[in-house]
């Protein structure tokens, strides 16, 4: 089924350690995004690429990185995972970059 | 700083009413998105108001825009136990979503 692919779906990681989320989409979306969401919270923007080969910091990019890889793939990076960064996280895209409209269904990342 | 406030933030109500969530926004933006969320869930898109005074409907749920009052508002009628979920709306091009209304439908 078209849509987008997030992986894994649940995580443990513990203090400083590295880990990469992935996310793929088959929509042919030129727009991919990385948000974060903590408990009764909205969502925050970590980074985003507006299209392939280009990314820029969101509202919350302080210990993440990220690749656009191509233009299926947009991957975010943990480098020393801290116990703040406990949250889950959705992949979302969009044909054009103004909002997004598709999103993945979440990985669920506890850092202890 | 863009500030995207809804309310309620949470809300309760008995199937058959009629209610609205509010959302204001602090920045000036010709578009609007709202989302929902079941718990334990990813998003999904339900409206996007496109212009002032754009109104949407799909349901029980209608939406609709006022750039000037940099105002949206999400109304429900006569709602149902399936409508209930976390609702969001987002500001075009700041990628800010709002806290989010959290809609409990009782029987």
């Known amino acids: 089924n078209a849509g987008v692919t997030q992986t894994p779906k649940f995580q443990v990681l513990k203090t400083g350690q590295s880990m990469t989320l992935q996310c793929a989409q088959d929509m042919n979306h030129n727009s991919m995004y990385w948000y974060r969401q903590d408990p009764g919270m909205g969502l925050r923007l970590i980074y985003y690429s507006a299209s392939e080969g280009t990314t820029d910091k969101g509202e919350v990019p302080n210990g993440y990185n990220v690749s656009r890889l191509n233009k299926r793939e947009f991957s975010l990076r943990l480098e020393s995972a801290a116990p703040s960064q406990t949250s889950v996280y959705f992949c979302?895209?969009?044909?054009?970059?103004?909002?997004?409209?598709?999103f993945g269904d979440g990985t669920r990342l506890s850092i202890l | 700083e863009l500030k995207v406030e809804q309310n309620p933030l949470f809300l309760s109500m008995q199937e058959g009413k009629n209610y609205t969530i509010y959302c204001n926004y602090s920045t000036t933006s010709d578009r609007l998105y709202w989302y929902r969320q079941d718990p334990g869930k990813s998003l999904e898109s339900l409206f996007v108001?496109?212009?002032?005074?754009a109104v949407k409907q799909e349901g029980r749920l209608m939406a609709s825009l006022d750039t000037k009052a940099r105002l949206s508002t999400l109304h429900i009628t006569a709602a149902v136990h399936d409508l209930s979920a976390t609702y969001f709306c987002a500001v075009e091009n700041q990628f800010y979503f709002g806290t989010g209304t959290s809609l409990t439908v009782i029987p």
């Open positions: 979302a895209s969009s044909f054009q970059g103004i909002q997004p409209q598709h």
């Open positions: 108001l496109l212009s002032n005074g």
